[in-house]
């Protein structure tokens, strides 16, 4: 895989958790499940930028300081984009808390009775601080983990492999005798020793 793919899919991979952690944190907070469309938005958004901030040396205040951003951006965008609810025809159609960026920092209990004092939603803030925590706590050592635990992984796969698999036996390798050079005698020599065989005693004087 190229570098920039292998930034595509660490951008996507970031954005699609930090949106899911922002989604989650807003709706166990006290706000309404983001609709598809909102989630859409959010996630084709924060891919665009994790994609961009991917494989950067950014320091932890730039990537704290984009975290922080970015739940204040998928509140607005939960906040605005909400699929209609059914709701009875005695009901009035009020807006419901916690749902727009005055409700984060303004509960709809003091606006209704007029009250001056602004107090803060404690639950909707502190879900998205804890969103912002687990994203920037994934963005900077999450990558790291997962390589640690996949060379953990597989250095213990390979133990295992050779602790149930036999060790491979090696046949001895057969040793090849070299050929016996026969020597022929020379011609020469064959007819020295039929003459010698075949000669008689020397002659008289």
């Given at each position: 895989m190229s570098a920039r793919w292998?930034?595509?899919?660490?951008?996507?991979?970031?954005a699609a958790f930090s949106t899911f952690?922002?989604?989650?944190s807003h709706a166990v907070?006290?706000?309404?499940?983001?609709?598809?469309?909102?989630?859409?938005?959010?996630?084709?958004?924060?891919?665009?930028?994790?994609?961009?901030?991917?494989?950067?040396?950014?320091s932890y205040w730039?990537?704290?300081?984009?975290?922080?951003?970015?739940?204040?951006?998928?509140?607005?965008?939960?906040?605005?984009?909400v699929e209609p609810a059914p709701t009875s025809p005695a009901a009035p159609a009020t807006a419901h808390a916690g749902?727009?960026?005055?409700?984060?920092?303004?509960?709809?209990?003091?606006a209704a009775s007029g009250g001056a004092a602004i107090t803060v939603d404690v639950a909707m803030v502190t879900g998205h601080v804890l969103a912002a925590?687990?994203?920037?706590?994934?963005?900077?050592?999450?990558?790291?983990?997962?390589?640690?635990?996949?060379?953990?992984?597989?250095?213990r796969a390979t133990r295992l492999a050779a602790l149930l698999l036999p060790a491979p036996v090696f046949?001895?390798?057969?040793?090849?005798?070299?050929?016996?050079?026969?020597?022929?005698?020379p011609a020469a020599l064959e007819v020295l020793?039929?003459?010698?065989w075949h000669r008689g005693p020397p002659l008289a004087a």
């Amino acid at each position: 895989m190229s570098a920039r793919w292998t930034r595509v899919a660490r951008g996507s991979l970031a954005a699609a958790f930090s949106t899911f952690v922002a989604a989650f944190s807003h709706a166990v907070s006290g706000g309404s499940a983001p609709g598809i469309a909102a989630l859409s938005l959010a996630v084709a958004f924060s891919t665009l930028v994790c994609v961009a901030l991917a494989g950067r040396g950014l320091s932890y205040w730039r990537i704290g300081a984009s975290v922080a951003a970015s739940q204040v951006f998928f509140h607005t965008l939960f906040s605005l984009i909400v699929e209609p609810a059914p709701t009875s025809p005695a009901a009035p159609a009020t807006a419901h808390a916690g749902h727009d960026m005055a409700a984060m920092f303004l509960p709809t209990g003091a606006a209704a009775s007029g009250g001056a004092a602004i107090t803060v939603d404690v639950a909707m803030v502190t879900g998205h601080v804890l969103a912002a925590v687990a994203t920037f706590a994934a963005i900077v050592w999450g990558e790291r983990a997962v390589r640690g635990l996949l060379a953990a992984a597989l250095v213990r796969a390979t133990r295992l492999a050779a602790l149930l698999l036999p060790a491979p036996v090696f046949a001895p390798r057969s040793v090849r005798l070299g050929r016996v050079a026969r020597i022929d005698a020379p011609a020469a020599l064959e007819v020295l020793r039929a003459s010698v065989w075949h000669r008689g005693p020397p002659l008289a004087a």
